[in-house]
Every structure is written in C-alpha cells, then in structure tokens.
C-alpha cells in the first residue's frame, strides 16, 4: 500500500506507530519501581499499617500516573496530522492550540533520521525536516510540551523503519527535482 508513486499521502498511509504511544512507559516503570523500592525502605521502621497504607497510596499513584502518559500520548498521536504532496509538506498538530505549517520542497535543507534508546527497542524511527531559515536545527522537547515543528522544519515521531525511509527518499527526490527545476532570474544573469 505504501507506494511512492501517488503524489499526495498523509499520515493515514505513513502513520505514526502505535507502539509510539507506550514507548515512555518503560522509564516510566522504572521511575516507578525505585520510588516504590525507596517507599519501602523509608517505610521499613513504620507500623504495617502505615505501610501498608503508604505503599497502597503510591500503587495508586503509579497507576494514575502512568494512565495519564498514555492517555496524553494517545491524544498527541492522534492530533498529529502531515500531508506530502507535489508542492510540499503540511504539518497540522495540537490538542487545544491547533497549529499548521507548509514547507516548500525547494526551500529544505535537511532531512534526518533519528532514534533514542526506547526507540530502537520499538523498532521507531524518527523524521526530521529542516528548511533554510534562520534558527539553528530545530528542537524536538518532549519534555517542554511535545513541540514537533518550529520556525525552520517539522518532526515526525514514531516511524516504521520501512515507512520513514520511503518518506525519507520521497523528500529527497523532491527537493532535488524542485531546486533543479527553478528557472533563471534576470538578476542571476
């Protein structure tokens, strides 16, 4: 089904991963289970009722805890909406403040792939696309509220390793065609 040859596809026919979603989860869990190891041993001189109690109130919280991730993981996979077609990249993402950004082909000027450790466990690839403005490489902050676009490029997270090198080449050949093709100005003459 994922086929180059269409010139328009979106994140219906490249979607992110579900799998994208519970990532986290593991050093989440691991967060968890030292505060849980550590409540037990501050616990260990208390009465077993205290204990008990205190380890119940943390169980609670762990679950509590890491429902919400998944929930606002889910919410932020499903909010994630791009489009490539023969003009260029629209990026749409938001739960509460909607935002959108067109990128040109002919104005890119990166375009990478990258994986952290949770990454590479769930077979994710990530693609990052950069254009020629001013800023610097664009800054992907998971932890500053999940912004997946800046002034100069998008991020797309949670790929199939097959899915974003197909995206990958499409942009590529893209941008090669599009700055190939510019026509001669009567100032570059």
């Known amino acids: ?111 990478y792939l990258s994986q952290d450790r949770n990454d590479v466990l769930f077979g994710l690839v990530n693609l990052s696309i950069e254009n020629a403005s001013q800023g610097g490489m664009m800054a992907y902050t998971p932890a500053q509220g999940n912004t997946y676009f800046s002034s100069n490029g998008v991020f797309i997270p949670g790929l199939s390793k097959k899915n974003v090198q197909e995206l990958k080449v499409f942009v590529l050949e893209q941008m090669k065609m599009k700055k190939n093709s510019k026509q001669p100005t009567a100032g570059g003459l």
């Open 1 to 111: 089904m994922n086929t180059m040859t269409q010139l328009s596809f979106s994140e219906k026919e490249y979607p992110i991963e579900l799998s994208w979603v519970y990532k986290n989860l593991i050093g989440s869990l691991i967060s968890f289970l030292l505060l849980l190891i550590l409540g037990i041993i501050a616990l260990a001189n208390f009465p077993q009722y205290y204990v008990l109690m205190s380890l119940g109130l943390l169980l609670v919280s762990i679950v509590l805890l890491i429902a919400l991730n998944i929930l606002i993981r889910a919410l932020t996979r499903s909010n994630i909406h791009y489009t490539f077609d023969d003009k260029g990249i629209t990026y749409r993402q938001g739960i509460i403040s909607k935002q959108e950004r067109t990128i040109a082909y002919n104005v890119l000027q990166n375009v």
